[in-house]
């Protein structure tokens, strides 16, 4: 299994960017089926979660991206989406997309896309 990240890169204070994780050869049912999520790491930080759409289709925002990113997941293709607005300069970091269950179980990482917002 490969999660392919992509959609990163250097926006101005303002901008938006969607970033976007696609899991190949993994199945329909595992991946539907498991919880979905981006996690971003900053430059001498820990990496942290930002997203999360479960396989139930709820969701959970760190408080600071809450009304500005929208995290969305596309089953059919095995997808999940990250659409960042109003990006400021603390959201730059390296951008993670997760799969994992406990029921397979799968725990897969991306392998990271690297966002850089400027003032």
């Known amino acids: 299994v490969q999660l392919q990240a992509s959609g990163g890169g250097s926006v101005q204070v303002g901008g938006s960017l969607r970033l976007s994780c696609k899991a190949s050869?993994?199945?329909?049912?595992?991946?539907?089926?498991?919880?979905v999520a981006w996690y971003r790491q900053a430059s001498g930080e820990q990496r942290a979660l930002v997203a999360e759409i479960k396989s139930d289709g709820s969701l959970n925002y760190v408080d600071s991206v809450k009304g500005r990113f929208t995290i969305s997941r596309d089953n059919r293709n095995k997808k999940v989406h990250l659409q960042m607005n109003s990006l400021e300069p603390g959201d730059t970091a390296i951008y993670y997309c997760?799969?994992?269950?406990?029921?397979?179980?799968?725990?897969?990482w991306g392998q990271g896309t690297l966002v850089t917002v400027s003032s």
């Open positions: 050869r993994m199945i329909f049912s595992t991946f539907s089926g498991s919880d």
């Open positions: 997760h799969v994992h269950n406990t029921w397979a179980p799968v725990n897969y």
